[in-house]
């Protein structure tokens, strides 16, 4: 079994920036891809970012395009996610998913297996 821990989240002002990182364990970890979601207080979990393991192609919401930036760490078995010129609508709990086949839209929640507990990130205004 795949487990996803995300850490660093926390509360920032608006035009602050934050790090997220994902740390992939368990059993021999193989992905095809990983990404960032998010879900704010009484709305649904939208797509934020996403990342092919291998090569250098990625994937942006419109809404957080030039002002996040994902990588990942193939030795390390990590994805991480700087966000910067944050803003109050970037409050959410930020999730970290992986998906060890293929994904046709890297934007669907429903491609991704495996999905981390959450980190809530907060921005003040």
């Known amino acids: 079994q795949v487990q996803l821990v995300e850490s660093g989240g926390g509360l920032v002002q608006t035009g602050g920036s934050l790090r997220l990182s994902c740390a992939a364990s368990?059993?021999?970890?193989?992905?095809?891809?990983m990404g960032w979601f998010r879900q704010a207080p009484g709305k649904e979990r939208e797509f934020v970012a996403a990342?092919?393991?291998?090569?250098?192609?990625?994937f942006y919401a419109g809404s957080v395009r030039g002002r996040f930036t994902i990588s990942r760490d193939n030795a390390k078995n990590t994805v991480s996610l700087q966000m910067n010129s944050l803003k109050p609508e970037d409050t959410a709990v930020y999730y970290c998913a992986a998906s060890a086949t293929y994904l046709s839209v890297w934007s669907g929640a429903g491609g991704y297996g495996y999905w981390g507990q959450g980190t809530q990130v907060t921005v003040s205004s």
């Open positions: 990342i092919r393991w291998i090569g250098d192609t990625t």
């Open positions: 368990g059993r021999p970890f193989s992905s095809y891809g």
